[in-house]
């Protein structure tokens, strides 16, 4: 502790202290992992350095307050339009809101309107390794999302944001398409005209941080600036000054993107403070701390985490690459690149390239020397753009060459311990970098967290867990040998369940069991299919509403056994009734009997309880709580502990309001995922203790022991 004492108290780095705090402070808004690593660090600073503390504590005392001004909804009727897209308007008016229109072409940016509206509900799938929306526009300073009505045209003003559009619609008439985007890209930060086949490429080789707009593009533009001046033998600080007026204009033309004003405030922050007490670090706590102060949900934006992430790692381990050759420097600051982001560009795809580093390297030395260059001397000689259109094909073609030339390793962070874990490892691997027998500790704790990460089939934990899927129904159940999938929710354009299996490093299912023939119970079988390794389908009957998978039907006294799971089914196809052909079954897993029910009503109920004995730890409720299941006959004779329901908004009024007064009188315990999103039940193997998780997007996750 002396050396990261000495690191992060004594020396001139020690502001880094705030922006710690700060962010482990708004991530306690969603993590108690957060929480437990924020005591830690105040207590470390009550020991260290009580001025720090003081400074930290009036930093989080302010953040309370944003947090919040952003998390109250406020009344707005106007403000002025500063973004249109398909129909959808950003109006401003303090902060943003969304508007959501009939028809966007009769409105231009500048425009003041004074509109009704209504509510704009959406229903979010708490799904881990989904993305959570409504952080996202809480991150882009977004409060609301509302159906405007009855708008009105008030005034019509200048506004700075359509400077960044007259710029986007220059490009657009000057340039071809194919140029114009690439032009949006590297100048602007704009990905959306960019096939998404690059941008998948570019995931998939780890060199995404080459398409925000950042340090490398600023520094370049500084660097060219600066020798064009230094001919006209102006002085130093006229040249600083004639720097920052220009860094101010590529802000305005950026909408002010995090990546590239974090690197202009740094610039200036230099600027100021040459020669004086602040350090490269110093700058930029204060700047990652004013953005908080600012908006404390940009921490959960993964632009601006990236972009800090890595400028301040860049920072940290100076010491790793100060003394080498360029080459080997970009090489070294790829790797450190990589390994900082690591956490959550697997978020994405959830595999590494075993070249990455090696890729990293060539297209760092290729976007820097050609690339860019070109790009910003195509903006000022249009002449050149057919060169770097062959450029940009020579690129995109590369890319695909690349991801062919590769090894994919799949596998990914288990849950947020191991990612704090990691990431703390890199920290102090970077503080007791010159102490070689830590610094190689710590390489290797690192390595064995990476390790880890393989292992994610754990011995010693089972689990069965209820996703959220809205309005449909979707269970995982998971141990160290077995993957089984019972029903996959509606049918989703963004196949946020498949996205949910990458995240869990998951892309082989033993079995994937469809309940019954309706839409909000198989809609995702197809997908699902395709995009994951599924050894058996099994359904309630024979069908052709899933073009040619190959299935099995389930019968009713079929048993199915899979590594712990043991299922048994006790009712299966009955007749006309699609609800009453919902494939119940019995699961045992340790110590625990669950309930499995389709959407089956009462009548199918009273025949259970006349043919079975059945006692029941947790039931899974039949048709999302309808008031056609959950009879109190029912459940008088199951006696469940847990009713858990899948349910989302509806039109249908579930639950019903019948079936939860038959749960209430009988003080059966009833979890729903509308209310508490994604509901697991972790089993011990070796303990006799149940884990009981809810889980949300955007808020911290509530446990319970069994």
Not at 54 to 68: K, N
Not at 128 to 135: A, E, T
Not at 160 to 177: G, P, Q, T
Request: proline content about 1%; glycine content about 4%.
């Amino acid at each position: 502790m002396k050396r990261l004492k000495i690191r992060l108290q004594y020396d001139s780095s020690r502001y880094i202290h705030l922006a710690i705090s700060s962010v482990l402070f708004v991530l306690t808004i969603k993590s108690y992992y957060a929480l437990i690593l924020l005591l830690i660090h105040l207590i470390f600073l009550i020991h260290s350095s009580k001025n720090l503390l003081i400074y930290s504590l009036v930093v989080i005392l302010v953040l309370t307050l944003r947090v919040d001004s952003f998390n109250r909804i406020e009344e707005v009727n106007s403000g002025t339009i500063i973004s249109i897209e398909d129909n959808k308007l950003i109006v401003k008016n303090g902060y943003k809101y969304i508007l959501y229109v009939n028809n966007s072409s009769s409105y231009e940016i500048g425009m003041k309107i004074r509109f009704d509206y209504e509510s704009y509900e959406r229903d979010p799938m708490n799904l881990l390794g989904g993305f959570d929306y409504i952080s996202f526009l809480k991150s882009k300073n977004i409060r609301n999302e509302i159906i405007a009505k009855d708008i009105e045209v008030i005034d019509k003003d200048f506004s700075i944001y359509r400077i960044r559009e007259a710029f986007d619609a220059y490009l657009d008439s000057n340039y071809s398409k194919s140029v114009s985007s690439y032009l949006k890209l590297f100048l602007l930060g704009e990905k959306d005209e960019v096939d998404d086949f690059v941008l998948d490429n570019v995931n998939k080789l780890g060199i995404s941080h080459l398409f925000v707009v950042s340090g490398m593009h600023l520094g370049l533009l500084v660097m060219a600036v600066k020798f064009f001046l230094k001919k006209l033998y102006l002085r130093a600080d006229i040249t600083d000054y004639l720097i920052i007026v220009l860094l101010v204009v590529y802000n305005v033309l950026t909408a002010f993107a995090f990546s590239i004003m974090r690197a202009s405030l740094l610039v200036i922050g230099l600027f100021i403070f040459k020669n004086r007490f602040f350090s490269r670090l110093d700058i930029s706590a204060f700047i990652l701390v004013g953005y908080l102060l600012y908006n404390p949900y940009l921490v959960f934006n993964q632009g601006f985490v990236l972009s800090f992430l890595i400028s301040i790692s860049i920072i940290l381990g100076r010491d790793f690459f100060v003394s080498d050759s360029r080459a080997i420097q970009i090489f070294k600051i790829g790797v450190l690149a990589n390994f900082v982001s690591l956490p959550i560009t697997l978020g994405f795809s959830a595999q590494f390239g075993m070249l990455n580093l090696i890729y990293n390297l060539i297209y760092v030395l290729f976007v820097s020397t050609i690339v860019l260059p070109m790009t910003f001397l195509v903006l000022i000689f249009s002449q050149f753009s057919d060169i770097y259109h062959i450029v940009i094909k020579m690129f995109e073609s590369s890319l695909v060459s690349a991801n062919n030339f590769n090894y994919f390793i799949d596998f990914t962070f288990p849950n947020q311990f191991t990612r704090t874990l990691y990431w703390l490892s890199l920290l102090f691997f970077f503080v007791f970098f010159h102490d070689k027998r830590r610094r190689y500790g710590l390489m290797g704790l690192g390595l064995a967290i990476l390790l880890a990460m393989f292992a994610k089939d754990n011995p010693f934990i089972s689990y069965i867990r209820v996703l959220d899927v809205n309005q449909g129904d979707a269970i995982h159940l998971h141990d160290e040998h077995c993957d089984i999938l019972i029903d996959t929710g509606s049918k989703d354009e963004m196949h946020r369940l498949n996205q949910y299996f990458i995240s869990q490093g998951i892309d082989k299912l033993d079995m994937l069991i469809v309940s019954h023939l309706h839409q909000d119970h198989y809609g995702e079988l197809n997908h699902l299919y395709n995009s994951l390794l599924i050894d058996e389908v099994f359904l309630n009957q024979e069908t052709d509403l899933i073009g040619s998978i190959d299935y099995q039907v389930l019968r009713e006294g079929d048993e199915i056994r899979c590594s712990k799971f043991n299922l048994e089914v006790i009712s299966a196809y009955n007749g006309s009734n699609e609800n009453n052909n919902s494939i119940v079954m019995i699961l045992n897993i340790l110590n625990d009997v669950w309930l499995l029910t389709g959407d089956i009503e009462y009548e199918i109920e009273m025949k259970l309880i006349e043919s079975h004995d059945l006692k029941v730890d947790v039931l899974k409720v039949a048709h999302h709580g309808s008031h056609t299941s959950s009879h109190e006959d029912f459940l008088k004779i199951i006696n469940p502990d847990y009713a858990l329901i899948s349910v989302g908004k509806n039109k249908y009024g579930h639950p019903s309001s019948k079936t939860i007064t038959n749960f209430n009188k009988l003080s059966i315990d009833v979890l729903r995922t509308d209310e508490s999103g994604s509901i697991t039940f972790y089993y011990l193997n070796h303990i006799d203790i149940v884990v009981i998780e809810e889980f949300w997007l955007d808020k911290k996750n509530r446990m319970r022991f069994n």
